[in-house]
């Protein structure tokens, strides 16, 4: 069964760091490209960063663009998300997921994690 | 940036067809994928490639893509089926191609 599982959420102050983990199995996790995605209460979901499946290659949103850092590490079958400079803009649930690339330009989620909830608040 | 716009909202009663729309500048050249989210729940692809399902989504799930619109048709609809429903396409031009609609809370009366 292909599934992601994220862990590393919490309670932080603002100026604080997390790093999320995105544990993968099921699948040949070093073949994806991986994405995080994240979701503040009650609002919808916002690209936040990718990574290609060697992990040579990171985009990420403006709004967390020199703050958030997205790793990988193939042996470990796991997704990073390390967060600095946190903001209580930055409050969310932060959901993994894996990207299927269908054709050049076509690519889509699935499946994604349970998703860990950040909050920042002092 | 491309925008996909939704719905924030649609209503329907159990056993009737419920049509959600993602409207977009020529979205009809895009490919878009649709999930479900359920409360508290990570969202579940449910089309992908504007009209192919996923095995395990039910045949009641359809998908269309046409001009500047985009539409989940959801038919026989169930108590089940209510959640939020955002449309996703990847926008190649841009620097930041995943585009999230807005979202759709679908009410089954």
């Known amino acids: 069964e292909v599934q992601l599982v994220e862990s590393g959420g919490g309670l932080v102050q603002p100026g604080g760091s997390l790093r999320l983990s995105c544990a993968a199995s099921?699948?040949?996790?070093?073949?994806?490209?991986m994405h995080w995605v994240r979701q503040a209460p009650g609002k919808g979901l916002v690209w936040v960063s990718r990574?290609?499946?060697?992990?040579?290659?990171?985009s990420y949103a403006d709004s967390v663009k020199g703050r958030f850092t997205i790793s990988r590490d193939n042996a470990k079958n796991t997704l990073y998300l390390q967060m600095n400079s946190l903001r209580a803009e930055d409050t969310a649930v932060y959901y993994c997921a894996r990207d299927v690339r269908a054709a050049a330009g076509i690519r889509w989620f699935d499946p994604w994690g349970q998703g860990t909830l950040v909050t920042v608040s002092s | 940036s491309y925008v996909l716009t939704q719905p924030p909202s649609v209503s329907v009663a159990p056993g009737k067809t419920a049509r959600i729309t993602c409207g977009g500048n020529n979205i009809g050249s895009k490919s878009v994928h649709w999930y479900q989210q359920k409360p508290g729940q990570a969202p579940v692809l449910v089309i992908y490639?504007?009209?192919d399902r996923p095995s395990g989504i039910p045949e009641r799930f359809s998908g269309s893509n046409s001009g500047n619109t985009a539409t989940l048709t959801i038919s026989r609809v169930e108590a089940g089926d209510e959640a939020d429903y955002y449309c996703?396409?990847?926008?190649?031009?841009?620097?930041?191609?995943?585009?999230f609609g807005g979202g759709t809370k679908l009410t089954v009366l």
């Open positions: 990574i290609n499946s060697d992990g040579s290659s990171t």
């Open positions: 099921g699948f040949t996790f070093s073949s994806y490209w």
């Open positions: 996703q396409v990847w926008d190649s031009s841009s620097d930041h191609p995943v585009v």
């Open positions: 490639y504007d009209s």
